[in-house]
């Protein structure tokens, strides 16, 4: 029911910066959590960064922390993902993951994009 799409990505130098963003079609957006998730060439999926719903917290991989910093805007219906001092081990594509959660912890709904790739290279 939910539709991700994510965009910003692209070329740049190491130590460049790039915002990505992940905009919201369908019902319910504020009552998703939204994570972002990283996939390299010949690594499995990483999560990068996740915030909860209202946006009151956030959490970050240990890999990233201190140069990422996501956000989200409910009343757009997006998620930002502000990536600074990029690093070449930064390349990868970059998914949006959306899901909501039963009282009792079980996964109700997980929804994903289809991805915006991230280089960093001279």
């Known amino acids: 029911q939910v539709q991700l799409v994510e965009s910003g990505g692209g070329l740049v130098q190491p130590g460049g910066s790039l915002r990505l963003s992940c905009a919201a079609s369908?019902?319910?957006?504020?009552?998703?959590?939204i994570s972002w998730s990283r996939q390299a060439q010949g690594k499995e999926r990483e999560l990068v960064a996740g915030?909860?719903?209202?946006?009151?917290?956030?959490n970050y991989a240990d890999s990233v922390k201190g140069r990422f910093t996501i956000s989200r805007d409910n009343a757009k219906n997006t998620v930002y993902l502000q990536m600074n001092s990029l690093k070449p081990e930064d390349t990868a594509a970059y998914l949006c993951?959306?899901?909501?959660?039963?009282?009792?912890?079980?996964?109700?709904?997980?929804?994903w994009g289809q991805g915006t790739q991230v280089t960093v290279s001279s």
């Open positions: 915030i909860t719903s209202a946006g009151g917290s956030t």
């Open positions: 993951n959306a899901r909501r959660y039963y009282y009792s912890g079980n996964v109700r709904n997980d929804y």
């Open positions: 369908g019902p319910a957006f504020g009552s998703y959590g």
